[in-house]
């Protein structure tokens, strides 16, 4: 048996329109009985409450969520802010943005857990990787590090890294 993730990346912010896409794919597979994953970002999260989408927020909440980090590709990006000589000091920036975007989430969305996250724009640092792990989120789902001879994940800096852009006839 094949296992199907359908996932989709949500982080327009700037674009109250963009919302309808959201809302149409949550429902089309709500409708066939699937539960989709849908990488959020915290500004979005607040910009659909600020829009008064409740529709979109409703729908969410049937589907997985994944961080899609606090502003996606807003400079600076994850990979430029923790570009510093002193790894402490990154791990702390970093984890002060994405735990105020994990807030925003499950303040706006209601999500309880995070089990994956999702790098925006391949903007991803081993600064991140240590810091979702410490926050307890165990998979990066959208990552470089991956063995494609394998066809398996790998684990480094204490999360499971899995690549996020195979597509079907890759298997075949």
């Given at each position: 048996?094949t296992?199907?993730?359908?996932?989709?990346?949500?982080?327009?912010?700037?674009?109250?329109?963009?919302?309808?896409?959201?809302?149409?794919?949550?429902?089309?597979l709500?409708?066939?009985?699937v539960?989709?994953?849908?990488?959020?970002?915290?500004?979005?999260?607040?910009?659909?409450?600020?829009?008064?989408?409740?529709?979109?927020?409703?729908?969410?909440r049937?589907?997985?969520?994944?961080?899609?980090?606090?502003?996606?590709?807003?400079?600076?990006?994850?990979?430029e802010?923790?570009?510093?000589e002193?790894?402490?000091?990154?791990?702390?920036?970093?984890?002060?943005?994405?735990?105020?975007?994990?807030?925003?989430?499950?303040?706006?969305?209601?999500?309880?857990?995070f089990?994956?996250?999702?790098?925006?724009?391949?903007?991803?640092?081993?600064?991140?990787?240590?810091?979702?792990a410490?926050?307890?989120?165990?998979?990066c789902?959208?990552?470089?590090?991956?063995?494609?001879?394998r066809?398996?994940?790998?684990?480094?800096?204490?999360?499971?890294?899995?690549?996020?852009?195979?597509?079907?006839?890759?298997?075949?």
């Amino acid at each position: 048996m094949t296992d199907v993730i359908f996932s989709f990346d949500t982080e327009d912010y700037v674009n109250p329109k963009g919302a309808d896409g959201i809302l149409r794919t949550g429902r089309i597979l709500r409708e066939h009985g699937v539960k989709g994953c849908y990488n959020v970002v915290g500004w979005l999260a607040e910009a659909l409450e600020k829009w008064g989408r409740t529709d979109v927020i409703e729908e969410l909440r049937h589907h997985e969520i994944e961080s899609h980090s606090l502003r996606h590709s807003y400079h600076p990006t994850i990979c430029e802010y923790t570009d510093i000589e002193d790894y402490d000091e990154a791990l702390a920036l970093f984890k002060k943005n994405e735990q105020e975007s994990m807030a925003m989430v499950r303040r706006v969305l209601g999500n309880e857990n995070f089990y994956a996250f999702c790098p925006p724009g391949s903007s991803i640092s081993y600064v991140a990787h240590y810091g979702y792990a410490e926050m307890g989120v165990p998979v990066c789902d959208g990552d470089y590090v991956f063995d494609p001879v394998r066809g398996r994940s790998v684990n480094c800096c204490n999360v499971e890294c899995l690549l996020y852009k195979y597509s079907c006839d890759l298997f075949i």
